[in-house]
Every structure is written in structure tokens, then in C-alpha cells.
């Protein structure tokens, strides 16, 4: 089985590639070939079978036809510009998550209607797709109703995967990560940014800013439990799907104090103290119109697992990125 | 103030089109110039203010940047190709419901960028955003889960207005029609045409085949209503609206019963013994998964009103196509 990911430079899909380079299947088929690409070449993990590491454009018509003419079984579709990125960049935005999505849907039906061709397409949608107002949590039959232009193009894709889905042009199915807590690496600009900073930082012994109040609700999966979603949508059975082939994934749904609260239970208070209250308006304003959780029944129904617990979702970053030391 | 329909060929477009010429005024506003817009040369009603027909292809960008480049201050866009096309011809449903919309939209945009341009734009949506199972009735934030291609065009390009008034290029609404009845003209082959057509051809003395049960129940609005909803968009202070620029309709729930109920009470027996029952289980398969009924509250409290009563719009078919006679 020949497995594709697309944007396997970034975080998510270098944990992906791993996990795939790692057990060698999916749903108990041998993968015998993984193709990772990115606009910049990813690192191709060790593997028992060949991986290789290819550039591309998503922008370019002439890249995707020649991703798509390897016709891979199976396409896990992480591609995209972030949304602080497509907000600023309107064009860019649409031209990447948009038309480049299009892109490959199109290059999959001609080659659908060349051969029977029906690869299972994994697409990494968003929680974006939902704005305020909203109830808590937020049930699977919710308007998607987003309030950035990032969100749209995710909503738009999730339609335009449906409908092909429907046709029977491609096995498509889109799952939409919660917020993923911890990402490692280094503090970023996204609005985002500190409900994992307020973790990664103390548990490394340094100090982190909180911008918005404690009691702010958000909705969390750890990278680890984001490679099982994208792992277990590539071996669903997707005739369970129906026609609404897009999912909003379980998660674990906690306020910032409830975040500390667990630091606190993991690491310690010196872990707790070095956490720095500095209200940021700007940011509180953001995060106001984000969802705070879902009901993910359809997804739970599915085999779709969140995290244990928030304690878990810290206790993972320990073992995955800090070799089990806090310090 | 300048005002362009497009599709103003069709059956709402020529309805609209006479409305805007007999009143001459949007929201106590002048209309001091009206350019209607189609594939084929729509009828210019007369006016008191110069009317322009002209011809134009959704599809060709320079003639959809030149459509825009007449700067009108309203534009209602009723252009599309119907739902059984656009899932008969799945190019030609996205390249005029999807990509016709968005040239309009980035035409506008470049427009907007050049000198802060920013019409407008009252988009006729459908009811067919929405797929089975839902709840009747379905109210304001359920799903949009489209079961076609061209439900999935029209949900598409909710969002993209929805994103393009957010940021500002556009003064966008969209409205999701009813049913149109009683339809004028012949008999067509779309599977929604004997919703109108046992009403119509009794009207007029000629036979009429009913092909699903009398149970099945759907919603309805008469052309006039139809016009009314367009005027009232392009009317509408959209401050209103907030961020979700897109509103299902107010109708008239009938059952198939309840309709030729109220031919009989408006044309009597004679009428109603002129429908004969000729099951068809593919238009009957068809309808099972159209919406049945809208609690569409938002935009009752926007001012738009539904008609009066199922009778009503039968006797509006008879004031306005049969010049007010039963035969």
C-alpha cells in the first residue's frame, strides 16, 4: 500500500510520517511505500520500506497532476497556510487552502475517470469552521459558520470533499483537530500560541506569559492523540460515514485554570509560579469567538478516542519531547 | 442609483425586473438606471429611467470584470445553472454556481482595492444547502449538508460571501428561496416540477400527473413573494446581519393534500379531479430528501413575510398569469 502525506515538513506530519515509518501499517494492510512532501523537502524517517521526500506546490496544477499520477491508496492531507497567515494574505490564503485542495480533488477525478481511480483522502480540517455565537459544547449538526477567512476555505474544502465523496470520485473523509496542547518547539506569534506556552516553557524551567483570563475554556488534543485521529480517519470503514464525511474530533476541554491546575498536579508549583499574568486585550478578544467544546458524538461512534485527561495531554509532551524530565 | 440584475432571463429575473421598473425605487431610493444581464438577451420592461439589456457569460472573466466595471450600487445575482444540470454536468454546475460566483466576488474585489468599491450583492441561495436527515423544521444554525452538486455550490458560495462582507469587499445577503409556486409556463422535467404543475395545468383545464403520495410535505413561496424577498435584501441595512449574511426563507408548509385542498376551495372540484395519481418511485426517492419546513425566525424578524396562506398563492398564480380567470 503506498501511503502519501502532504505537508509532512510540519509538526504534525513529521510525527505522522514517524508513526507510519514506526508500525508499517494501516488497519492491518502493510504499507510498502511513503511518499512525503512538503514545499520545503521533509526529513524521511527510517523505514522498512522505501520513504521518499519529494517538494511541491500545491499552487501549481503541474506539481499536483504529477503527485497525483503516482496514485497513491491512501492521501493524508495536512497542506495548508495557517490562519493567522491566510487572514493577513487573503489571496494566498485561498489560493493554498482553497484552490490547492481543489487542485487535488480535480487531479483526482481525472484520473477517476481515466482508470476507476478512488483513493481514501484524509483531510485535516478545522475547528475554525465554527464562530460565535455558539452553544457548549457544540453538536455535530451546528452551522459551520466561521469568522476568519482560514476557516472558510477549511468549511469550503469540507463541502467540496463531501461532494466528490458522494460522487464516488474519492473516499474522503475530514476531521476537524482541536487545538493542539502541547506543541513543542519554540514560542510563536499565533494567537494560539499560549495554551501551550503556559505549559512547555515551566516544565523547562522558564517563565511563560498568560494573556487571557483563567477562566477561558478551550477544547485540546495532544499531538500524539492528533496522529491517532489522522491514523485511525486513513482505516475507517468510511461506509459508516454516510454523506456527512467531515468529523469534529473528541478532545479534552478545559479552562486555562484547569490547565495550570494540572501543570501543577504533573510538575509541581514550581512549575505553577513561573506562569506570568499579563492581560493582553488583543488576544482575549480573538479567543472570545473560539469554540470552547464539542459533543463529538458522530466521531466517538466512530472510534475516534480523546486524550484520558489534561494531566495525560502534559504527561505525553514529558514523554515525548523531554525524554520523561521535567526540570 | 444603478441596479443590475443577473439572470434577469429567467422566470424571477423577468418578474423582478418589471417589479424594479414598475416602482422605480430600492428603500426609497431612485433608481435612476437598470441593467439586466443573461446568457441570451433578457426583455427590457418599460421604465421611467433608462433600462440596458445586454449579454453576458459568467464563466468569461473579461466579461464578468466589465459587468462589474458598469459599477452598479446593487446587484442581485440570480444566475445559475438548476440542480438537475449542475448533477448531470458536474463541470458546468461548478464552473458557472462556483467559479461564475467568484469571479463576480474578486471582480468586485479588485474594484473594492482600486477605490473602495463596495456594492450590494443580494444572491438568490436554495434550500437544497440543506440534505437529509433534519429536524422539521429546521431552524437557523442546523447544518448546511448539501446531498447535491448544486447544493454544495450554493453553500460554497454562502461562505464566500459571508467572507468577503466580513472583510469589508462587499455588501453581501443571500437568501435561500422556497419552492417557487405555482411556476408559470410549460411543464418541465425538473423532479420538483408537479409541485406546481398539479395546480397549474387544473387551472387552466388540462390534466395533471401526481407522482408521489399526498403526504409529502414541502415548502413554498409564489413568485410575487419570491420578488418581494430579492427587494427586501437589496433593502435591507445589513448591520443587522452580523457575520452570517445568509438566511433561510419564510414559506408556506404544505402537504401535497393540503395543496389540492386548496385548489378545490380556490377553483372548486373540477379542478382537483383533473390530477391524476401516477406513482413514480425514482421523483418519489428524489423528494424524500428535500427539506420538509424552515423555522427561518431571523428572517421573520428582518421584516421578510412569507405569503398569507397556501390559497393565497394560488390565487396570485390566478391575478398574475391568468389575468384573474379559472377555466
Known amino acids: 500500500m503506498h501511503v502519501m502525506v502532504l505537508g509532512a515538513a510540519g509538526m504534525i506530519g513529521r510525527k505522522l510520517s514517524q508513526r507510519l515509518a514506526a508500525t508499517g501499517e494501516i488497519d492491518g494492510k502493510n504499507i510498502d511505500r511513503l511518499t512525503l512532501a512538503d514545499t520545503v523537502a521533509p526529513e524521511g524517517p527510517e523505514a522498512a520500506f522505501p520513504v521518499e521526500t519529494v517538494t511541491f506546490d500545491l499552487c501549481d496544477p503541474a506539481d499536483v497532476v504529477a503527485m497525483i499520477g503516482r496514485k497513491p491508496d491512501i492521501i493524508i492531507h495536512l497542506a ?3 490562519s493567522g497567515e491566510a487572514e493577513a494574505d487573503f489571496e494566498k490564503g485561498y489560493a493554498v487552502n482553497l484552490d490547492g485542495t481543489r487542485l487535488l480533488l480535480e487531479a483526482i477525478r481525472a484520473e477517476h475517470e481515466r482508470d476507476g481511480y478512488r483513493p481514501r483522502f484524509v483531510f485535516a480540517s478545522s475547528i475554525a469552521v465554527f464562530g460565535a455565537p455558539f452553544p457548549t459544547p457544540i453538536g455535530d449538526e451546528f452551522v459551520r459558520a466561521p469568522l476568519t477567512s482560514y476557516g472558510t476555505q477549511k468549511a469550503i474544502c469540507e463541502l467540496l470533499l463531501n ?25 510563536n506569534k499565533a494567537a494560539s500560541g ?29 499531538p500524539r492523540t492528533a496522529v491517532d485521529f489522522l491514523v485511525h480517519a486513513a482505516a475507517l470503514h468510511t461506509e459508516q460515514l454516510g454523506p456527512r464525511r467531515c468529523l469534529s474530533m473528541p478532545g479534552i476541554m478545559a479552562s486555562v485554570g484547569e490547565q495550570i491546575e494540572a501543570l501543577g498536579r504533573v510538575a509541581g508549583d514550581k512549575a505553577t509560579s513561573l506562569i506570568r499574568r499579563e ?26 478516542r480523546a486524550d484520558a485527561s489534561f494531566d495525560d495531554i502534559i504527561r505525553i ?3 515525548d519531547e523531554l525524554d520523561g524530565k521535567v526540570g
Do not use: N
Not at 505549559?199 to 483563567?214: C, K, T
Not at 486585550?281 to 466517538?300: N, Q
Open 80 to 82: 495548508a497556510i495557517v
Open 163 to 187: 461532494d466528490y465523496s458522494r460522487r464516488g470520485l474519492v473516499d474522503g473523509i475530514g476531521i476537524r483537530l482541536p487545538t493542539i496542547c502541547i506543541r513543542p518547539g519554540l514560542p
Open 194 to 222: 499560549f495554551f501551550s506556552s503556559i505549559l512547555r516553557e515551566p516544565l523547562v524551567g522558564q517563565e511563560a506569559v498568560l494573556p487571557v483570563a483563567d477562566t477561558v475554556r478551550h477544547w485540546f488534543a495532544s
Open 279 to 304: 492581560p493582553d486585550e488583543t488576544i482575549a478578544g480573538i479567543v472570545a469567538g473560539w469554540p470552547e467544546g464539542f459533543e463529538a458524538k458522530r466521531a466517538e461512534s466512530l472510534g475516534f
Open 317 to 319: 509532551h514529558i514523554t
